[in-house]
């Protein structure tokens, strides 16, 4: 299931003729790209009880990956939903106290934990529904020889997986994460337990709900892995709605990005996301050049930028 899902473009409405006419063609798909957390440039300046953290929202890795002989550098920057806190110092004193909020790079390394995983804590304040979170974006960059740390050129992964966990919460406060089918999304799989994230494909983007109830962060009820391909951006919305308890309530999840974690972890067949219907138009132009077939790519910074999906841009 994976091998085919794999094969496919990420562009859906080239991925939906191709499934059926154009699978022969395409080649075996590559290994996916893997990626370690466990060298950000410059230093983290605050602690938590989960580890050291980053005072900064925009962090850089050197080293993310090797894409076909070249080396990955990855830039994360953020967006802050409600009255997070995030990158910041905490009062020891406040309520519900985990330490500094921020990024955790190499997430729970020196205690022989999920290994070279990117972590974060943040807190969500207020009650009553309030919306909580922040989104993260991840784009990837030549890292390779002199490029290294310079974040000048970007680039596209053939295939990506990772996996994100602890996705929980408690009674009150539920944990959620969303992403964009458009960074080249094509599958993803949840924990086989039946308090597994519940996913929601909606279209655009696939959510993905924890049930508000506490898990250890190697349980697979409370991750889900990700496929991705041709991608040189990946955008992830954490947020957490509070409906009572605490003002002030503390929120950690993580990427496993080479899914070290669930090397025995218990998730379903890989779920497709959804195509967009090809029009009638469209698919007889793509009869029309099937003959001479190009390798898809994808640029959602072009895509906004031109205003219209970049299906046949060349590389
Ligand atoms: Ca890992
Ligand atoms: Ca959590
Ligand atoms: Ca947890
Ligand atoms: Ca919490």
């Not at 106290?97 to 790079?105: C, L, S």
């Not at 080479?258 to 090809?278: K, R, W």
């Amino acid at each position: 299931m994976k091998l085919v899902l794999n094969t496919l473009t990420n562009f859906s409405v080239a991925k939906h003729f191709l499934t059926g006419a154009l699978m022969a063609f395409l080649p075996m798909a590559a290994q996916a790209t893997t990626l370690t957390f466990d060298q950000m440039i410059g230093q983290t300046s605050g602690q938590s009880l989960l580890g050291p953290t980053a005072g900064s929202s925009t962090i850089y890795f050197r080293d993310v990956a090797t894409e076909n002989g070249q080396t990955v550098d990855a830039r994360i920057t953020t967006t802050i939903i409600g009255e997070t806190h995030f990158a910041e110092q905490n009062d020891p004193n406040a309520e519900n106290y985990f330490g500094d909020a921020g990024f955790i790079p190499d997430y729970n390394n020196s205690f022989g934990g999920p290994q070279e995983d990117l972590g974060f804590l943040y807190y969500g304040n207020g009650i009553n529904g309030e919306e909580n979170g922040l989104t993260m974006t991840m784009e990837f960059f030549d890292g390779t020889a002199s490029l290294s740390g310079s974040f000048l050129e970007t680039l596209t992964l053939s295939n990506l997986e990772f996996a994100i966990y602890d996705v929980d919460g408690e009674a009150s406060q539920s944990e959620y994460f969303s992403v964009r089918r458009d960074d080249g999304l094509v599958s993803y799989a949840t924990g086989t337990s039946s308090q597994a994230l519940v996913a929601t494909d909606l279209s655009e983007s696939v959510r993905f709900d924890g049930l508000g109830t506490n898990y250890s962060e190697s349980d697979a009820t409370g991750a889900a892995i990700l496929y991705y391909e041709l991608t040189d951006m990946v955008e992830i919305t954490f947020g957490s709605l509070q409906s009572g308890g605490p003002y002030q309530n503390a929120v950690f999840s993580a990427i496993d990005g080479d899914l070290s974690l669930f090397a025995n972890g218990s998730f379903d067949e890989p779920i497709a996301v959804t195509s967009v219907p090809l029009p009638a138009s469209g698919l007889l132009l793509l009869l029309s050049i099937a003959g001479c077939f190009l390798p898809l790519r994808k640029s959602r910074a072009l895509q906004i930028a031109k205003g219209f999906p970049s299906v046949w841009g060349i590389p």
